[in-house]
């Protein structure tokens, strides 16, 4: 087996309500998640938002927190930028099996502040895109065979979901039996 390099881009833009924000102001804690979104069998990802901070270190901070989930790949490069309202961040971060990188993006003052504008009609609208890179070990010479008999030696592995890799771009497929 030899590693290749895989390059899995990324995005998602997620909308929450002023109104709900607002309602945790009276308790000063508590987050909101976004769905989570599958990248492949193995990588999971998702937002949370702590307007009043993440710990009681932090509780003045409003936080946007990028959270990945690794199965088999133990270490990732991220790149990515975070983007709400007025605010925006470039960040390279490496996890090292499951992990969280953390954004302030102000005070949690300053989260209400119409001049902020972090509030576009009633909706605060977060958007992250990037790159997750990663090497994986491919199986060389995993199926010889001819293409009549790919599918079949594909359903007979254990494992129902696989790969394409080419030239570094991993098209994934599921098969659901």
């Not at 929450?16 to 607002?22: L, Q, R, T, V």
């Not at 990588?43 to 509780?59: A, C, D, T, V, W």
């Not at 102000?106 to 001049?115: G, Y």
């Amino acid at each position: 087996m030899s590693p290749v390099d895989i390059q899995l881009p990324f995005a998602i833009k997620w909308a929450i309500k002023e109104s709900d924000i607002k309602s945790l102001a009276s308790g000063n804690s508590g987050a909101f998640h976004s769905k989570r979104k599958r990248l492949n069998p193995h990588i999971q990802y998702h937002l949370s938002l702590f307007p009043f901070g993440s710990k009681e270190e932090n509780r003045q901070q409003t936080i946007v927190v990028l959270n990945l989930e690794l199965g088999r790949s133990h270490k990732v490069s991220a790149d990515f930028s975070v983007v709400v309202g007025k605010f925006s961040e470039s960040v390279t971060h490496f996890f090292n099996k499951t992990g969280i990188h953390e954004s302030v993006i102000c005070s949690s003052q300053e989260l209400f502040d119409p001049e902020k504008k972090f509030f576009i009609d009633g909706e605060m609208i977060v958007n992250v895109k990037g790159v997750l890179k990663f090497s994986e070990e491919q199986m060389e010479n995993f199926v010889q065979t001819n293409a009549r008999n790919l599918g079949k030696a594909l359903y007979e592995r254990g494992d129902k979901d696989f790969a394409f890799v080419v030239k570094g771009q991993q098209i994934q497929v599921s098969l659901m039996l």
